[in-house]
């Protein structure tokens, strides 16, 4: 790995205020070489990084538990404490009042080196947990009240979401609050917690779901218990606002991350649809500390899974990663992306993505046609990388290679088969010919390839590199 990851960029500041000293504030900055540019090197290496899988097989959960609907929101880590939030599955009537009687989202705590885990419940009447962000020692999670019914019935949630911080160095259960920021008329989908070296004082973007933009809160000092109560900007949001993350780059500036999911709308098998994740990260803070007006936003897709069946519904859909509260995290000088499945089993996965520069691109082959298919992808500049793959309707495979890389995909079709017979060598020889479909070259971070067709079978090839928006800040 370069210099720039294996250094860790540590700021540290200290505060006198009416002769108090403010405890230090520490945390981790990233390079603001990954987050500049027409093709951000983050998120770059978040479309062709190698992800690792872990299972998570905690002592807390029950039968009971997992049969009441309980699904993760959320992933971050602090040292070897783990952290999943949990929307408990409860079906209310939507408008409940907070009282003793409500409910409350779950956070499932982790310790990956003693393997002991603990399940404790956040605030009553919070019962859907949507984000969470560790930064430095302290925890933000943000949740939503009484999720209600059936959204899809129409029942509305209640509008009133709340933003939990918890000092982790003074215990990592969770039992220390030290900030929070309520919102009495709106859900919020999620929000990231950073630290202004510039401004000496906190900076929270919080989802404001029903309004249909992110609110930019900040405190008055290094305290996070002085929480302004008017936001100091706004700005358009996407998607459920879940995925939201804040990150402090070693130039100052200060920055928004937003993982989420949406369609890969191609020409599929009419069966079939392609889920994708996607990133869009956008400057919201310059190194003056002043917020930006104009706000340039790059998207890229990370991530495309397996093809599933449409109408297959949210929660049996085969997506990959967290479809809403992925996390950044960036301890120890270790960068990486922690995803996690949605529902919960005896045995808990998690995916673990570490982020390394490299000139790399992650090469996707899916089989959408009526045929057998095939590609051969290689690395045009490192030869020893190849591979070639056949799959059948609907199955996909992945591998990494050095960029720039080349593909041939091939299809095998039944009607070529059938049509042959099988009187003699020469029937035998046309039965196993391959038809070429496609070949072509590319240096995208993330390069799709695919076969489609239920007759005519044709292949395509999507090169997915950062797309830039620009949007302003909002009144």
Request: net charge neutral; proline share 3%; hydrophobic share 35%.
């Amino acid at each position: 790995m370069k210099r720039i990851i294996a250094i860790a960029f540590i700021a540290i500041f200290s505060l006198t205020l009416s002769n108090q000293t403010i405890a230090q504030v520490k945390i981790s900055k990233v390079p603001i070489e990954w987050l500049a540019g027409e093709q951000p090197k983050l998120l770059s290496a978040m479309a062709n990084s190698p992800s690792s899988r872990e299972q998570l097989a905690g002592n807390s959960r029950s039968l009971t538990s997992l049969a009441g609907g309980w699904h993760a929101q959320a992933i971050s880590q602090y040292k070897d404490y783990v952290y999943v939030a949990f929307s408990d599955g409860t079906k209310g009537k939507g408008d409940l009042a907070v009282g003793e009687k409500n409910p409350a989202g779950k956070l499932w705590i982790y310790n990956i080196k003693t393997k002991e885990s603990k399940i404790i419940d956040l605030e009553k009447g919070y019962a859907h947990p949507c984000s969470i962000q560790i930064t430095g020692n302290y925890l933000a999670i943000t949740t939503e009240a009484e999720y209600g019914v059936s959204q899809g019935l129409g029942v509305e949630r209640e509008r009133r979401s709340l933003i939990q911080i918890f000092d982790l160095s003074k215990d990592p259960n969770c039992s220390v609050e030290v900030g929070r920021i309520s919102q009495d008329d709106t859900n919020s989908g999620g929000g990231g917690l950073t630290y202004s070296p510039v401004n000496k004082c906190w900076y929270m973007l919080v989802d404001m779901l029903n309004h249909k933009k992110v609110a930019l809160y900040k405190t008055t000092d290094e305290k996070l218990d002085s929480w302004q109560k008017e936001p100091v900007a706004y700005y358009k949001r996407y998607g459920t606002g879940a995925g939201l993350n804040l990150i402090t780059a070693s130039d100052n500036s200060i920055w928004g991350l937003y993982y989420g999911n949406s369609e890969l709308h191609g020409k599929n098998l009419e069966n079939f649809d392609i889920a994708s994740d996607h990133v869009r990260l956008f400057k919201i803070m310059n190194p003056d500390g002043k917020t930006v007006a104009q706000r340039d936003v790059y998207k890229q897709i990370v991530n495309v899974s397996s093809p599933r069946v449409k109408g297959a519904g949210e929660l049996l859909a085969d997506r990959p990663g967290m479809r809403f509260g992925a996390s950044l995290r960036y301890e120890g000088s270790n960068l990486e992306l922690l995803v996690c499945q949605r529902n919960m089993n005896e045995i808990f996965n998690i995916d673990r993505v570490p982020l390394k520069e490299g000139n790399r691109s992650q090469v996707m082959f899916a089989n959408l046609a009526k045929a057998k298919g095939e590609i051969y992808a290689s690395s045009v500049s490192n030869a020893s990388q190849s591979f070639h793959l056949k799959k059948n309707q609907s199955e996909s495979e992945s591998v990494i290679l050095q960029s720039p890389i080349k593909g041939d995909v091939n299809y095998f079709s039944e009607k070529s088969v059938s049509s042959s017979g099988f009187g003699g060598l020469k029937s035998l020889k046309k039965a196993v010919e391959w038809t070429d479909a496609l070949e072509a070259q590319s240096n995208a971070p993330l390069v799709f390839f695919y076969l489609e067709g239920l007759t005519d079978i044709n292949a395509q090839m999507i090169e997915f590199k950062a797309e830039k928006e620009t949007d302003t800040k909002l009144e």
